[in-house]
């Protein structure tokens, strides 16, 4: 699994070894051997190698932003979340390509689409867990979106419901605890410091 050019070596950090110890289609397990630019002797890290995702706040023309409650094995639980899927960000897609990506999830996890006249907004990226894994993500704005009478939920996913929610509601699902997904959350923060949205309680 080649790395992004996210986190490619430059500006003096250089790696000088490494061994996989697991990989399938999704991820890799590896040791990394890596000297940075305050250490020459190389650090030795245990790395998971994961593909990029794209994540996308859907919002609709009266300012409610779809949600979608999935089920996720890992937690045992179904909590709500943004829609959501991987991309092979292999350090060659460009970001015409991640925006398909990204309204093609919106379709298949929603049953929404993007509606005329509207537009995509790129709102940057991040790191889920730095600390050992090299997986990001990137952020869309898709607005207005729509309810599509052609276009339906992929089946195979494991979703369990979709709604609109409003500013007030998620700011109190938030404050609650209700919203667990760190996709989600950091995508909450990139919508309101761009003034998208706004979770102020006084408003």
Known sequence: MRRSKLVEDRGGWET???????????LEVVTDHVRTPTRPQPLTWTVVRRKAAVIVAPMTRDGKVVLIRQERVPIRAAIWEMP?????????????????VALRELREETGYELAKGGEVTPLGH????PGFTDE????FLVRPVESSAGSSRDETESIVDCREFSA??????IA???IR???????????????????????
């Open 181 to 203: 997904d760190a996709n989600t959350l950091t995508m909450c923060a990139e919508l309101a410091a761009h003034g998208f949205l706004s979770l102020d309680s006084r408003d």
């Open 168 to 173: 007030e509601e998620l700011r109190r699902m």
């Open 136 to 139: 990001h993500g990137y952020f």
């Open 16 to 26: 000088v070894g490494s061994e996989i110890h697991f990989a399938n289609s999704h």
């Open 176 to 178: 609650e605890n209700d």
């Open 84 to 100: 959501a899927g991987q991309i092979d960000d292999s350090g060659e897609a460009k970001e015409s390509e991640i925006e398909a």
């Open 126 to 129: 991040y790191f889920s867990s």
